[in-house]
């Protein structure tokens, strides 16, 4: 599989989890809700906070506001809140946006200011910059994002081989293997995990965001904390 986008990917691609997988509730003022399972026992609500997010709606980078559930330990004071599958640590932008981008960048043969991108803004954003920080803060975890993948791609597809999916196999573009990057074999692992997940959403009809969710839920903790 190769070439920036491939054909028919459509919705699959241009509709973040605010809009797919039922993952969210919504309030009568617009606010997207998120209650996620309770942490464990002793556990009891406590509130919630409002936090921005930027996702993709109809192929357009759109601000929505998730109202999180919030978690109190009463035996220790302790707090925590419920995480969504597709809100990062520290970031505003959705987990979906940022595989598109770095796609767009690593399969699209050009320089990182002039990658194409589907998702449509008019302010440009994400920044050069703030991509390259997010390629750099996923190198180190390209084999786990790729196991993840795989992993959500198989449960899917069974009892079929997910070899059927890639008939043609995953090979990075030429272009790719000749650019001078620091670390080859790393991004050879991401380019085959973002490239696993579209090519495995129009295999399997299911929106990008939706199984980038389920492989999320596979990654550990030290995956999650890098930001992915």
């Known amino acids: 599989m190769s070439g920036t986008w491939p054909?028919?990917?459509g919705d699959l691609?241009?509709?973040g989890l605010s809009v797919a997988g039922g993952v969210y509730g919504r309030r009568?003022?617009?606010d997207l809700t998120y209650e996620g399972p309770r942490p464990g026992e002793g556990w009891h609500r406590h509130g919630s906070f409002r936090r921005r997010l930027l996702?993709?709606?109809?192929?357009?980078?759109?601000r929505v506001f998730v109202q999180k559930q919030r978690w109190l330990e009463v035996a220790t004071g302790r707090t925590c809140h419920s995480r969504p599958p597709d809100d990062l640590p520290w970031l505003h932008f959705c987990s979906l946006v940022i595989a598109l981008?770095?796609?767009?960048?690593?399969d699209g043969g050009r320089g990182m200011a002039s990658a194409p991108s589907v998702v449509?803004?008019?302010q440009d954003r994400p920044c050069p910059r703030t991509v390259q920080r997010w390629l750099a803060r996923a190198l180190p975890h390209g084999m786990e994002f790729q196991q993840a993948i795989r992993l959500s791609i198989i449960e899917r597809c069974?009892?079929?081989?997910?070899?059927t999916l890639f008939p043609g196999g995953l090979s990075p573009p030429g272009h790719m293997l000749r650019r001078p990057w620091r670390d080859p074999p790393a991004l050879d692992k991401l380019w085959r995990a973002?490239?696993?997940l579209l090519g495995g959403a129009l295999g399997l009809c299911v929106p990008a965001a939706v199984l980038l969710a389920e492989a999320r839920g596979r990654w550990d903790e030290t995956t999650v904390r890098a930001g992915l």
């Open 55 to 62: 996702t993709v709606v109809g192929g357009s980078l759109t």
């Open 7 to 9: 054909a028919g990917l």
């Open 194 to 196: 973002l490239a696993m």
């Open 101 to 106: 981008r770095l796609w767009s960048w690593l």
């Open 28 to 30: 009568r003022d617009g």
């Open 120 to 122: 449509v803004d008019a």
């Open 13 to 15: 691609v241009l509709t």
């Open 158 to 163: 069974e009892p079929r081989p997910v070899e």
